[in-house]
């Protein structure tokens, strides 16, 4: 049979034409990767599938860009000689060469997952780097997985088929406005790239990453099913990669520091209600109560509310985000995993297999929720809060009312907290809820008509601290109507720390202070203690308060133990700040820094490095007994009880 004559379309249609074939494309490789390795995903409905096929798109189409951006680029050039054969001959052959090796990178995962049970990340550069015998590997693998090498030869044969189904219409003689006018274009169509390659346009999206696919899934290890290979190997290629470390036998390194944590007794289970409250950039410096000792006693901070809570409820003398940022936090309070170098949602190890306070509480019959006035999507909180294992989100799309948004990042404080306390109103008893505020937040708007209602500081941030202060009063002043607030235990707390005004908070333990409340209005559960309480704390904190009887996995210690050799970390451009006792030891990761007396030092100007060895050593100890539980359990996918 003759072979027809392929048809000339305009070249911005060519263009648009051969982007959905190798979407078409990159879908049935999806396709084909879960019917290779269905067996590995069990429990998946037709429209659960059809979902994660949809959610696929998005990251098909940030890869597709990356490995497309050449052709596009050369596509919208201005340029005359754009249309001759021996151009569009080049651009034809950079198209089917580049999209076959990402192809390629999805087939392999056809037969490597089953091994790894992950996506390839751009870890495997350096898995197989040291390897002396690469070309044997590849060989072996090839003859195992011949039936792969026939399916990608009929695959890349099927694409170039499509791709030759049409050619570019030539044009004629262009005058300058045509030029202008695919000058416009070019710079239209950069936009939408970037826009594809970030997942979104709106000011509040970053970039997508591995962790994003958790929005379409029910479970961390479906995310493969969402993902493909080459966007993981992109996302990845300035990933941190985890070293393993041996400085103790796993049973002296259990002795020291052993984030399985037991039941510690036959107490009863209490069932009480949990409602996390993480307020954006509350650093500990703007709560008046918690520094009484500022300004000769005359300080006052901007939170008259929760100096008003601090005397009813229980905190902590030094208490610690584990990060700077807002997407460090959600894992750390939730799951009791800080990150580490980089944040743990957008690490490699995203994908492991965790838990979370959500999830071990919701196995008891706990209804679980996440309240965030930001658009549904931003920070990738939807997604993780899915993997957490919380079943309801409620955002700005289920707040509805967009003449309550703020502009930039969602709803504000005061009503969102409304709608929160109303909403958990019609849980079931008990439930697990946490709430992530918005309005302290970059540019510092205030709803107009409280505009000079509250005291303005030397920073910014602190007024619209007082705006959410009175939010949370409000939210208070309506939950105490409400049957459920007497069996709730509230956490207070931060997602981090920010700019900073006194000289005492401008210290590397003073970047990372924030406050830490718990407050149980239908107990006696009152005081302060002098210890050290952080971010991955509040998981078993909480957890053992409730006397929850099963082992489970948390890098952080229960606060209300008498051991007094619990620890905080937290790790910022690779250097590791670790506190324990009265003290503050600065590592790189491999040498000790400095040390410093935080009691009788509180600016750290001091090192006693040299003068205080055994310190020193004791907290080395310990630091390298987190390095190693940390390091290892991530790389091994162990942070779960088995």
Same mark, same amino acid.
Request: aromatic share 16%; net charge positive.
């Given at each position: 049979?003759?072979?027809?004559?392929?048809?000339?379309?305009?070249?911005?249609?060519?263009?648009?034409?051969r982007?959905?074939i190798?979407?078409?494309?990159?879908t049935?490789?999806?396709? $084909? /990767?879960?019917? #290779?390795?269905?067996? @590995?995903?069990?429990? !998946? =409905?037709?429209? %659960?599938?059809?979902?994660?096929? +949809?959610?696929?798109?998005?990251?098909?189409?940030?890869?597709?860009?990356?490995?497309?951006?050449?052709?596009?680029?050369?596509?919208?050039?201005?340029?005359?000689?754009?249309?001759?054969?021996?151009?569009?001959?080049?651009?034809?052959?950079?198209?089917?060469?580049?999209?076959s090796?990402?192809?390629?990178a999805?087939?392999?995962?056809?037969?490597?997952?089953?091994?790894?049970?992950?996506?390839?990340?751009?870890?495997?550069?350096?898995?197989?780097g040291?390897?002396?015998?690469?070309?044997?590997?590849?060989?072996?693998?090839?003859?195992?997985?011949?039936?792969?090498?026939?399916?990608?030869? $009929? /695959?890349i044969w #099927?694409?170039i088929? @499509?791709?030759?189904? !049409? =050619?570019?219409? %030539?044009?004629?003689?262009?005058? +300058?406005?045509?030029?202008?006018?695919?000058?416009?274009?070019?710079?239209?169509v950069?936009?939408?790239?970037?826009?594809?390659?970030?997942?979104?346009?709106?000011?509040?999206?970053?970039?997508?990453?591995?962790?994003?696919?958790?929005?379409?899934?029910?479970?961390?290890?479906?995310?493969?099913?969402?993902?493909?290979?080459?966007?993981?190997?992109?996302?990845?290629l300035k990933?941190?990669?985890?070293?393993?470390?041996?400085?103790?036998?796993?049973?002296?390194?259990?002795?020291i520091?052993?984030?399985?944590?037991?039941?510690?007794?036959?107490?009863?289970?209490?069932?009480?209600?949990?409602?996390?409250?993480?307020?954006?950039?509350?650093?500990?410096?703007?709560?008046?109560?918690?520094n %009484?000792d500022?300004?000769?006693?005359?300080?006052?901070?901007?939170?008259?509310?929760?100096?008003?809570?601090i005397?009813?409820g229980?905190?902590?003398?030094?208490?610690?985000?584990?990060?700077?940022?807002?997407i460090?936090?959600?894992?750390?309070?939730?799951?009791?995993?800080?990150?580490?170098r980089?944040?743990?949602?957008?690490?490699?190890?995203?994908?492991?297999?965790?838990?979370?306070?959500?999830k071990?509480?919701?196995?008891?019959?706990?209804?679980?929720?996440?309240?965030?006035?930001?658009?549904?999507?931003?920070?990738?909180?939807?997604?993780?809060?899915?993997?957490?294992?919380?079943?309801?989100?409620?955002?700005?799309?289920?707040?509805?009312?967009?003449?309550?948004?703020?502009?930039?990042?969602?709803?504000?404080?005061?009503?969102?907290?409304?709608?929160?306390?109303?909403?958990?109103?019609?849980?079931?008893?008990?439930?697990?809820?946490a709430?992530?505020?918005?309005?302290?937040?970059?540019?510092?708007?205030?709803?107009?008509?409280?505009?000079?209602?509250?005291?303005?500081?030397p920073?910014?941030?602190?007024?619209?601290?007082?705006?959410?202060?009175?939010?949370?009063?409000?939210?208070f002043?309506?939950a105490?109507?409400?049957?459920?607030?007497?069996?709730?235990?509230?956490?207070?707390?931060?997602d981090?720390?920010t700019?900073?005004?006194f000289?005492?908070?401008?210290?590397?333990?003073?970047?990372?202070?924030?406050?830490?409340?718990?407050?149980?209005?239908?107990?006696?559960?009152?005081?302060?203690?002098?210890?050290?309480?952080?971010?991955?704390?509040?998981?078993?904190?909480v957890?053992?308060?409730?006397?929850?009887?099963?082992?489970?996995?948390?890098?952080?210690?229960?606060?209300?133990?008498?051991?007094p050799?619990?620890?905080?970390?937290?790790?910022?451009?690779?250097?590791?700040?670790?506190?324990?006792?009265?003290?503050?030891?600065?590592?790189?990761?491999?040498?000790?820094?400095?040390?410093?007396?935080?009691?009788?030092?509180?600016?750290?100007?001091?090192?006693?490095?040299?003068?205080?060895?055994?310190?020193?050593?004791?907290?080395?100890?310990?630091?390298?007994?987190?390095?190693?539980?940390?390091?290892?359990?991530?790389?091994?996918?162990?942070?779960?009880?088995?």
């Amino acid at each position: 049979m003759k072979r027809k004559n392929p048809i000339a379309v305009n070249l911005y249609l060519a263009l648009a034409y051969r982007f959905l074939i190798i979407m078409e494309l990159y879908t049935l490789c999806r396709i $084909a /990767f879960y019917a #290779f390795n269905h067996t @590995l995903f069990q429990h !998946i =409905t037709l429209p %659960k599938y059809l979902y994660i096929l +949809w959610g696929g798109l998005k990251f098909d189409v940030s890869a597709l860009i990356y490995i497309n951006a050449i052709f596009i680029f050369l596509h919208l050039l201005p340029i005359p000689f754009k249309y001759n054969e021996g151009y569009q001959r080049f651009c034809k052959w950079l198209f089917i060469i580049s999209n076959s090796i990402g192809i390629l990178a999805n087939f392999a995962d056809f037969a490597y997952y089953k091994y790894t049970l992950k996506r390839t990340t751009a870890t495997v550069f350096s898995q197989f780097g040291n390897e002396q015998n690469k070309f044997k590997l590849l060989v072996d693998f090839l003859s195992d997985y011949w039936y792969l090498i026939i399916l990608y030869a $009929a /695959f890349i044969w #099927f694409f170039i088929r @499509l791709y030759d189904k !049409i =050619t570019i219409k %030539k044009e004629s003689r262009l005058k +300058w406005p045509a030029y202008l006018i695919q000058t416009v274009v070019m710079a239209a169509v950069a936009v939408l790239c970037i826009v594809g390659v970030r997942g979104g346009w709106g000011s509040e999206t970053r970039p997508i990453t591995l962790s994003n696919a958790g929005e379409f899934v029910d479970t961390p290890d479906q995310m493969s099913l969402v993902l493909n290979t080459p966007f993981c190997i992109f996302r990845t290629l300035k990933s941190s990669r985890l070293k393993p470390v041996n400085y103790y036998d796993e049973q002296i390194l259990n002795s020291i520091y052993n984030p399985i944590h037991q039941p510690a007794d036959t107490a009863a289970f209490k069932k009480l209600n949990v409602v996390f409250l993480i307020i954006e950039s509350l650093g500990k410096e703007h709560i008046g109560g918690l520094n %009484k000792d500022l300004m000769d006693g005359k300080y006052k901070g901007y939170t008259p509310f929760i100096d008003s809570l601090i005397p009813q409820g229980y905190t902590f003398t030094h208490t610690y985000a584990n990060g700077r940022k807002s997407i460090d936090a959600l894992p750390s309070i939730i799951s009791g995993i800080p990150s580490i170098r980089e944040p743990f949602v957008l690490s490699v190890y995203s994908g492991n297999k965790t838990t979370s306070i959500a999830k071990l509480l919701g196995d008891e019959g706990y209804e679980t929720a996440f309240f965030h006035g930001a658009p549904n999507g931003s920070m990738g909180f939807s997604s993780y809060t899915n993997l957490a294992g919380i079943k309801h989100y409620y955002g700005l799309n289920e707040y509805g009312k967009t003449s309550d948004f703020d502009g930039t990042w969602g709803i504000w404080d005061d009503p969102f907290m409304q709608y929160m306390a109303k909403t958990m109103n019609t849980l079931k008893q008990p439930f697990f809820s946490a709430f992530f505020s918005v309005s302290s937040h970059h540019p510092f708007k205030l709803p107009e008509k409280y505009v000079g209602k509250f005291p303005k500081g030397p920073l910014p941030v602190q007024e619209l601290l007082g705006y959410t202060d009175m939010a949370l009063r409000n939210f208070f002043k309506t939950a105490e109507t409400m049957p459920w607030y007497k069996n709730t235990l509230f956490v207070l707390c931060a997602d981090h720390a920010t700019v900073s005004y006194f000289p005492e908070y401008q210290t590397t333990p003073g970047y990372f202070s924030i406050p830490i409340l718990l407050y149980y209005p239908g107990g006696n559960l009152k005081g302060k203690t002098d210890k050290i309480m952080q971010q991955i704390d509040i998981m078993p904190t909480v957890l053992n308060y409730l006397n929850y009887d099963k082992p489970y996995f948390a890098l952080g210690f229960d606060a209300f133990n008498k051991n007094p050799d619990n620890f905080a970390v937290n790790n910022n451009d690779g250097t590791f700040s670790f506190y324990q006792g009265d003290y503050l030891l600065i590592n790189d990761g491999k040498i000790n820094l400095s040390l410093y007396n935080l009691k009788t030092d509180r600016l750290t100007k001091n090192n006693l490095l040299d003068k205080e060895p055994l310190v020193t050593a004791k907290m080395e100890k310990y630091l390298k007994a987190f390095i190693q539980q940390y390091n290892n359990r991530m790389i091994e996918n162990k942070l779960t009880v088995k």
